[in-house]
Every structure is written in structure tokens, then in C-alpha cells.
């Protein structure tokens, strides 16, 4: 059974194409062990839903108290009908909570993976795919546990080294696998394998992925609950950076977003001169070069897909364009507040003040985040936020030697 089929190299190619602006092709080799990493916006996420579009998959996300039993299985209270004498479950009688083994993402997508890979009788099996989003939120190492011996694969896309399942899992999965033909194939593989491979795997007593397994992953960099990842860990993955770049339809036009700022009327306002939107792609682009200047690091950017439109610029138009003040301060400002100038400082005088007026007056004050509401924190105070847009579009880097 070959590790990919035709369908497969055009789902994965058109990721790629997707995201790093080439002509999707037919002939891309499909890593089985893949992390796609960038700043956050990028598209990672997005990518992999369309790459696994006809896909079979199971999505699972990580965090900081996920563990081996959140990931693979662990036993849980479950209700089930009461057992008569005739240890036969009593169909009308009371429910009663009893402990059961309950298989978790890897689990689950495991036994996909094989039932795919018996039924194929000859063809290409079809593929599983086990995504793991913010692979990096969580501990690998205690996640994965002895799992991580089997991500070692060989030239055929098997696991290279078997491993003994415990014996929770080995009674699950000789279950699970009661009525799966393994093919004997699997013997000549694993020719040096001390017994029989093929009665092993179904009967649980050891883990070995087949070929048709796909574990893909989504890192952001600039998580700040984040635990490391080791070198032994990083080696038995492919990794896959993605760029941050203008934002594309599937057809390959140009999305076009724009920022638009509304008074209390609904009317927009002028923003830059006398335009009364500005470009998303441009307002990235210099909020980018802020934060390189203040980080030396891309790991803190803004990818295109940070934030959605909401709003529609025309009534004709088929999706939204528009993001909106609200977005805007609620979801950028917020986060390049908390996440990147808390951490790098607030010296630029021509980034983060602003004048205010009184009785004729002007006086520069220190700009805060709660500056971009109104008194009452209901409304975003529109005037602050255009200066400040205004602000950032003229910002240079004075830090930069003329050459």
C-alpha cells in the first residue's frame, strides 16, 4: 500500500499554494509529521482545513494541563444500563455509573488510520489525519509519553520501533479491532520483529502507525504559555514555516480588506488625508516594521488573518471587507497593548502620546489603551484611534543610520 495517493498531493499542494503564493502541483511529497509554524494570522489553521478538505480527520488542541490521558484515553465514570442476573444488560432498567475505558483524540484517529488501511485490499489507503493545534501550548513530552517512540518512521512510513501498549489500551483496541482483517504484509515488514506483528497490533499488545497516519500541527511563535520542545522531539517532524503575506482567495485574487472607522452618525471618517478607509495589507505591513524595530524578532507580527471583517463595503458584495473600529481596537490594539509594547516599552513619544486641548491650550499626554474608549468604555473614542492610525502610517525608524 503506497503512503499517498493522488487526491491527497493535490489537497496538500494546494496548501502550499495556498500559502506560499505557488502554482499548485500534483507531484508535492506529503510529510506524514508536519508542524506549520509563523506568527499568528498567517493561516495555519485555514491551510490545514482546506489540505483536509475530503479528508478523514480528528482535531484536537493543546494546552497547558493536557496530558497522556487527555490525549490517548483514560478510564471515566459513564452511565450504562444496570446488568440483570443473566449478566445481560437490563434494556428498561435503572442507569448506573460505572468506569470505562473512553479513547481520546490519538486513539481514535489510530484505529481510523488501520480500519482504513485493512480495507483497502490492495488499493491506496485512505489517509487519517490527526491535527494537533498549538502543539506548543502544551508539554509535548508528557503528552506524548511513550508515543514518541513511534513517530520514528521508516522509508515506508511505518513506525520504525513497536512499542507495548498498556493494558488499558491493548483490552480497547483487541475490541476495537475484533472484526479487522490485518493484512500479512505486515510480517515481511517488520521481518525482524521477534513474533507476529499482524496478532500484535490487533490484538493491541503493541502500537506501530501505518502509513496512511498523518499527524499535522500549528505552532504560533509569539504564545506566551508556552513549554519547550526538545531536539529529540523537533528531529521526527517536518517543519513548515509560513510567511506572512497578503491575504488570497482560493482563486488566487487578492482579498482586499480594509480598516473603516464610523462616527456616532454611522458615517465614515477620514482616516489617512482624506481617504476614509486604509489598506489592512498596508497597516500590517508598518505595524510590522514597528514591532521588528522594537522586537529584532517576527515572532510577535501580524499575519493577515489576525482578525475578520465584519461588515460588508457594498450590499453587492458576496463576503464582508470591512474591519471595524471595534475589531480593530478589540483585537489588534489590545494585543500589540498586552503582548508587545507592555513588553518592549512605551519610549516612542510619536507612537504613544497624543494632544489634548483645553481652553485654547495643548498638552501632550501619555496615550493608555482605556484612551481608545469613550468615558463610559462603551464606544470607541474615534478621534484617538485615527490618531493613532495616523500615527503609526508616518512612523520612522529612527533608529535606522542613513547610509
Known amino acids: 500500500m503506497g503512503i499517498y495517493d493522488n487526491d491527497i498531493k493535490r489537497d496538500i499542494a494546494a496548501i502550499y499554494a495556498l500559502l506560499n503564493g505557488v502554482k499548485p502541483t500534483c507531484t508535492l511529497e506529503t510529510p506524514l509529521q508536519q508542524v506549520f509554524y509563523g506568527a499568528p494570522g498567517t ?30 484515553g483514560c478510564y471515566k465514570p459513564t452511565m450504562s444500563n444496570e446488568i440483570g442476573n443473566d ?11 460505572e468506569y470505562a475505558f473512553v479513547a481520546q483524540s490519538f486513539l481514535k484517529a489510530y484505529v481510523k488510520a488501520w480500519e482504513f488501511y485493512c480495507s483497502a485490499e490492495g488499493e491506496k489507503a485512505k ?21 514518541f517512540q513511534l513517530l520514528d518512521r521508516n522509508e515506508d512510513g511505518y513506525s520504525t520501533y513497536p512499542i507495548v501498549a498498556d493494558t488499558d489500551i491493548q483490552k480497547y483496541l483487541s475490541k476495537e479491532f475484533g472484526k479487522v482483517n490485518f493484512p500479512d504484509e505486515l510480517n515481511v515488514i517488520y521481518v525482524d520483529y521477534d513474533g507476529n506483528i499482524v496478532e500484535d497490533i490487533k490484538n493491541g499488545t503493541v502500537l506501530v502507525l501505518p502509513n496512511n497516519f498523518y499527524i499535522w500541527a500549528t505552532m504560533n511563535t509569539s504564545d506566551q504559555s ?11 517532524w517536518d517543519w513548515k514555516y509560513i510567511k506572512i503575506k497578503k491575504g488570497k482567495k482560493e482563486n488566487g485574487e487578492e482579498l482586499g480588506w480594509n480598516i473603516q472607522i464610523k462616527d456616532a452618525n454611522g458615517e465614515p471618517v477620514k ?65 500589540l497593548w498586552n503582548d508587545v509594547f507592555k513588553d518592549y516599552g512605551f519610549e516612542d513619544a510619536s507612537l504613544f502620546t497624543y494632544q489634548e486641548e483645553n481652553n485654547g491650550k495643548k498638552t501632550e499626554k501619555d496615550l493608555a489603551f482605556a484612551d481608545f474608549y469613550d468615558e463610559e468604555g462603551e464606544q470607541v473614542n474615534t478621534v484617538r484611534l485615527v490618531d493613532f492610525l495616523n500615527r503609526i502610517m508616518k512612523w520612522q525608524n529612527n533608529n535606522t543610520e542613513n547610509e
Not at 485555514?46 to 490517548?72: C, E, M, W
Not at 489517509?127 to 508515543?147: K, P, T, Y
Not at 474591519?323 to 478589540?330: H, N, Q
Open 43 to 72: 493561516g495555519k489553521s485555514f491551510g490545514i482545513k482546506l489540505a483536509t478538505k475530503n479528508q478523514s480527520k480528528i482535531r484536537t488542541t493543546f494546552h497547558p494541563d493536557s496530558d497522556y490521558s487527555t490525549f490517548v
Open 87 to 97: 449478566g445481560q444488560e437490563n434494556g428498561g432498567g435503572k442507569k448506573q455509573i
Open 127 to 147: 489517509a487519517q489525519f490527526l491535527i494537533i493545534e498549538e502543539i506548543n501550548r502544551g508539554n509535548c513530552a508528557q503528552i506524548f509519553g511513550d508515543l
Open 226 to 236: 508556552l513549554f519547550p520542545i526538545d531536539s529529540a522531539f523537533k528531529r521526527r
Open 271 to 335: 482616516i489617512i488625508d482624506e481617504n476614509t478607509t486604509l489598506s489592512w495589507w498596508n497597516f500590517i505591513q508598518k505595524v510590522n516594521e514597528i514591532i521588528a524595530s522594537m522586537t529584532s524578532s517576527a515572532d510577535k507580527q501580524l499575519g493577515y488573518f489576525f482578525c475578520k471583517p465584519s461588515e460588508k463595503a457594498n450590499e453587492t458584495d458576496e463576503k464582508p471587507t470591512i474591519i471595524t473600529a471595534d475589531t480593530l481596537v478589540g483585537k489588534v490594539i489590545f494585543y
